[in-house]
């Protein structure tokens, strides 16, 4: 594990700590004062993310669900990822990790670890989605740049709009069908002028069609219960920790990105509101549940800042293109063009984030699979496992 | 519309002012008609709005040809038009209906790019006309994308039965390896499935039949052309991800989570491993032809110089992948495929050797009737120094193709030293041709010398460009394959260059500021003197009016020549002066040395000046 990823002082104490008492059965308040810095750490970094979404003056801040938002998030798991293989696995006797609690929550992990393998490659696909709208977009702004507006530019914006509109408010169900697809492709309608001319893409690219994320995210929510009692101070908190955070980054990822089936999808966390170091991220759950619920009746695609901007931009610029006629006044001309102008910053962001993201996720994807395993080899070495696990 | 229209036009002419007028009303209604849609008003119109249509064009041939291209425009748009009502995909009507309509749309194309180029000076009308080809465009363009989607979709090339034959012995393969015998009979039933559902299937799988690629050629022109590429891109690359899905169904891969392959029981798992493995192969296959298609297709293209460094990217791309190829396709069936691609990269290697051999022996062909002006580098010298270094990036390939190619050496690869042990220069058929590319550069250079009938020029020329070449041998990767023998040797020439250019300008001049042991005051004296003075000044100001307008690009050269001139000429003018100074007035003397030193600063800039008409 890179050692960059966590304070210095953190891992000069754990290791000197380790090599100590790597014998013994561990001693308990140093767990209690490690199990503290980790709670603080998290709770710091998602404090940070909170407060860089917060809509100030400021124009470097990144906005709630938008792409950079979404990758410093994607860092923050692994920040705390590696943190808390540190804490719970590093330098501990393998017998002490397969006790109770923990040879049951573990595994209980483990199998949320590989729910999120599976939405993390649904998301990837769901950015190839988002890449294509992007590319539609493009194509409406170089449309709208050109002086004078004329009717042909518009009608071309507005066939890419529409286009681009059409596929991201339709609901995911369709998408599994492939005749649906089929249908979007066939010609008859010559002369009309909104079809949706063949360029939606399916999002059952990968999964199959009785995947359903919302419901992925509901079953590893599911069982999470906060320790209670002698359990809260052992290695059993942690684990709980490790456990809402991945809930909470896999459930952000889907309501962010297009991916299938996301109807459904819980908007409440089993977090006790009280709890410290949960505070940022009850926030922010609070927060993108809420925007969640508002859109949830649109159908919309998703809740990413960016494509919530082209669909904005692009049912107003629809909109100008249906009643448009030349030559068209001079305050709608510039009220269009600061629209394009805003619809082409998007794309520049998109342009520049997109890629990084789609690496980010692949990274995440790589780091729990490489975690899960190392996790199961522990398992294995200490011999205590009981029911097979997965 | 348009047999009227050239009726109209061809029984006008009865002078050219009457030509004019009508073609200049022609025009303008040809434009009513190509806007809207309504039969053209009377093609009597006032002059003025004509020529407010017609722009600064001179001469009438340009009208008539405004006019002449007004008329396929007009065409242009009542097909592309037409074609919105009807049924039948264009493609699909015949190949005379698909020239006509791409023929159209280039029409309304070239007609808005002439629109364009004129919109500065153009009014109104003429800002109509461009909105409204930009209109029938749009129209054309998404037409343009239907059809092509139509084509992408519906012309399909069968399944090659190479790949079943393959699949079948595969199956057997993977047999083997399947280790308990109950799952051997799991395994057999699963096989069994598979075989029969490839024996009695027809697969159409979505690689293109070569036969439409033409069509999508024009299509993608076309597009291109109109700056619809995006759209082009989109259409197409969505047709492509279609088909590949629809393939995959085919392969029946199932749709698996990470999840349902963690859970599945062995049974159904190696079936869909059997799957996948078969599947990875088929597209991996189909995917190298087709690389292995585009690779021959470049092989064999032309040796153009240009292509050089593609040729040998290619080659080494393929020299890294060779080893994985040959892994990949180990087995006896994938035999064909390895040695296609083995055999693949030594035609580019080949391809490369000759495009090398074919850029130098154009340096030689490279001529030109007329001189360079200003006695600058030459275009083709920095083409070919700025060619070379690059191609040092590639010299370790070079060197093993070019010693294929020439089967033997031709000079044996050892390291020539110099006096205290160190190489000096290396010798490799890379070096070897490098230096005889120099050579044949030199060689152009000296026969394009020979076109400037001044021989001052002559050297000027020379030494600016093995200067240069020089430079860029000094300050690159080059120097390792040159040498510093060679280095040295080029700059001896630069200077003997420089010191023929001092003799030819100005040995004659020098020879007027020579007294050879007269002095006095004697009057024949005198008048020689003065006589000399005014040659002088003359032969000056016929060097200032040539050489300044001489160019000199390399600063350092350019300022080493000015400081040579001032010491050899100005100084001896200054002395010149100083000696005789009682027997020269004022008026004799036009210029001052101090005011020569100035001047002398103004020669090899590349821009003529003239001293004449100066008067004290």
Sequence with gaps: MPATEYQGSFLGRISIRRNQIASMDGNHEQDLEDLEIFQKHVADRFSDLLSASDATADASVDPLLSIAWLRKLLDVFLCCEAEFKALVFMGRDPSHIARPPLDRLIPELLERVVKALDVCNAVTHGVESVRHWHKLAEIAVTALEQRPIGEGQVRRAKKALSSLVASMTVEDKESINSKATERAWSFGRRGSKDRIAGQFRSLSWTVSKSWSAAKQIQLMLGNIAAPRGAESTGLASPVFVMSIVLSFVTWTLVAAIPCQERSGLPTHFPIPRQLPWAQSIIGLQDRIGEDWKKKEKKGSAGLLEEMQKMEKLGQSLIEFADSFHFPAEPERVEEVAAQVTELAETCRKMEEGLGPLQQQIREVFHRMVRSRGEMLDILDQAGKVSSPIM | MGKWASSIFFTSGSGSLQQFRWAGGFHFSCFDFFVGDSFPPSIFLVMEECRAIIPTYEGEEHVVAAAHHMVKALMAKKKIMNRESKQLMIWDSGSKQVLEYLQAVEEVQTLKESLESLSLNGGEKQKRLLRQAESILQIAMVRLEEELLHILRHKKQSFEPEFASFHSCEEVVVYEESIVSVEDDISEDSSRRDSNGDESKEYTIGLINPEVIPHLKSIANVMFASNYDQEFCQAFIGARKDALDEYLGILELEKLSIEDVLRMDWGNLNYEIKKWIRAMKIIVRVSMLRLLNFGEAVAIGQHLPEKLFSLLNMYEALADLLLHIDALFSEEAGASIRIDFHKLQRELGDAAGATFMEFETAIASYTSTSPFPGGGILHLTRYVMNYIKILTEYSNTLNLLLKDQNGEDPEPLIEAENAQGVPSQVVCPVAHHLRSIASLLESNLESRSKLYKDVSLQHIFLMNNIHYMVQKVKGSELR???????????????????????????????????????????????????????????????????????????PQLRDNLRILTSQKIIQAYRGFIGRNSENLSDKHIKYSADDLENYVHNLFEGSPKSLNNRRK
């Excluded at chain 2, 004659?508 to 020579?514: Q, T, Y």
């Excluded at chain 2, 009057?523 to 000199?552: D, H």
């Design chain 2, 480 to 554: 390792g394959f040159f040498g510093d023998e060679w280095i040295r040797k080029h700059m001896v020439k630069v200077q003997q260059r420089v010191t023929s250019y001092e003799r030819t300008t100005w040995s004659s001049v020098l020879s007027l500021l020579r007294e050879d042991g007269n002095s006095g005051s004697s009057s024949p004296w005198k008048m020689i003197l003065k006589e000399r003075c005014r040659g002088f000044s003359i032969a000056f100001e016929e060097v200032y009016k040539n050489q300044t307008a001489w160019s000199i690009p390399d």
